[in-house]
């Protein structure tokens, strides 16, 4: 039998394997509408490739009318902000901190709820003995992908007449066969980020049934501008520009291909790891078509192996993260706002300090997901 030492070296990769990379399509692609920009001068200022893509996600989609945004999480600061907030907001702190901070720095005090076991979504069972006088709305996030509870949120949200607004950054082409869950809720909040199944290299939108709402967050984007010389509103500068918009347009061409390739690695990753004892793997949610955004694991063994295997795996060149660890109540940047007191969150304590995401983009080859997959078993098993 091979010597432990020559079976690990053999598992070194050459060139680092990060949790994810960014879907990029062929430079060729990119130039015709390279040639556009260079042509009109627009750079910015919903320009025409902005309404080019506006218009193809509607489409692919499927929703009446979105808001594109410089970044995903200025699209939730203005959506907060149009939605006239003021008090306290039910959320999950088991999300990347961009959730608490658009709330903090919204002028909003976030109220942190336990999360379920099942797919780490905020927990509707755990919502009502969280609503005070000063609750206005709710914030679940639709994490990994996985939806949210969403009938259960929004009877909760209203039998005390308040709204429920999602942080739906990582759902972008889950579908549904219960209808299109970015029209659910008052608005939804995606995020074309780079590490996004879809990327405009930073971006994000908002989506929303509400005519009046999305007009004023064009508004918001811009400004307030509504002509040369007035300004509806105070708002800032979060638009996405002529060169995210190109980006966005190829990327769009090949997503549905990249969820297929992404799909298959999570196939070959759920084979070689179903049988570990002690290890969670997500479950599909029925009647949902995936992304495939994240393949998170959990840690179910008494001992926590999960900083093991996230430093196994980073001395053989594999880089997996600890999506969503600390929780972000307890981030210092958080606390010094909210303070250290959020009461129970048993469940998102757990999962935070058990889950690790792995790799996992198209083109990520079989053998590095073998090579992943057999790390972790040797770590877990002792083989
Ligand atoms: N709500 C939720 C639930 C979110 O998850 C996010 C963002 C937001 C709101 C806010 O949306 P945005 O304002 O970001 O649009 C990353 C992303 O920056 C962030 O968008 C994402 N969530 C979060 C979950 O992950 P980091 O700090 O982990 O990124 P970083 O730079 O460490 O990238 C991860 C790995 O990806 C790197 O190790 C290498 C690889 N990578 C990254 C970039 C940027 C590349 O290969 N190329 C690249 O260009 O936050």
Same mark, same amino acid.
């Given at each position: ?61 499927? +929703? ?16 907060? $902000? /149009?939605? !006239? *907030? &003021? ?109 996004? +199944? ?16 999305? $007009? /004023?967050? !064009? *508004? &918001? ?127 998102? $304590? ?34």
């Amino acid at each position: 039998m091979e010597p432990n030492w020559q079976r690990q070296r053999k598992d070194i990769v050459s060139k680092p394997i990060y949790v994810t990379r960014p879907l990029l399509p062929d430079r060729k692609e990119l130039e015709p509408l390279l040639a556009e920009i260079w042509d009109s001068h627009i750079l910015t200022n919903y320009g025409p490739l902005h309404t080019r893509l506006e218009d193809a996600l509607k489409h692919y989609l499927d +929703v009446p009318q979105i808001s594109l945004c410089s970044s995903g999480h200025m699209a939730l600061e203005s959506v907060l $902000r /149009r939605m !006239e *907030l &003021d008090g306290e907001v039910i959320t999950t702190p088991f999300t990347f901190v961009s959730t608490t901070n658009a709330l903090i720095r919204c002028g909003l005090k976030p109220i942190f709820c336990d999360i379920r076991m099942e797919d780490y979504t905020l927990d509707p069972d755990r919502i009502e003995e969280k609503i005070t006088e000063k609750t206005c709305a709710i914030l679940p996030v639709h994490v990994y992908g996985q939806l949210c509870r969403m009938d259960e949120i929004e009877a909760i949200a209203d039998r005390y007449g308040i709204p429920v607004l999602y942080d739906a950054a990582h759902i972008f082409g889950v579908r549904w066969d219960a209808g299109v869950p970015l029209l659910r809720g008052a608005a939804s909040v995606l995020s074309f980020h780079a590490t996004k +199944v879809f990327h405009t290299i930073e971006g994000g939108a908002v989506v929303t049934r509400d005519a009046t709402l999305n $007009r /004023r967050l !064009e *508004l &918001d984007h811009n400004h307030g501008i509504c002509g040369p010389e007035d300004s509806l509103l105070p708002g800032g500068n979060a638009k996405m520009n002529e060169f995210q918009a190109a980006m966005g347009l190829c990327n769009l061409n090949h997503v549905e291909q990249e969820i297929a390739n992404r799909a298959a690695v999570c196939a070959l990753y759920t084979e070689l790891l179903a049988d570990v004892a002690g290890l969670k793997l997500l479950r599909e949610q029925p009647g949902v078509r995936s992304n495939h955004g994240y393949f998170p694991v959990v840690f179910l063994a008494k001992e926590n192996p999960r900083d093991r295997v996230f430093l196994r795996l980073a001395q053989n060149g594999y880089y997996a993260r600890k999506y969503f660890y600390p929780l972000t109540c307890d981030m210092t940047g958080v606390r010094a706002v909210c303070g250290g007191d959020v009461g129970p969150i048993d469940t998102a $304590r757990y999962v935070s300090q058990r889950v690790l995401c792995l790799p996992l983009y198209g083109d990520l080859e079989p053998r590095h997901v073998e090579t992943i997959c057999r790390i972790i078993r040797r770590e877990l098993q002792g083989r």
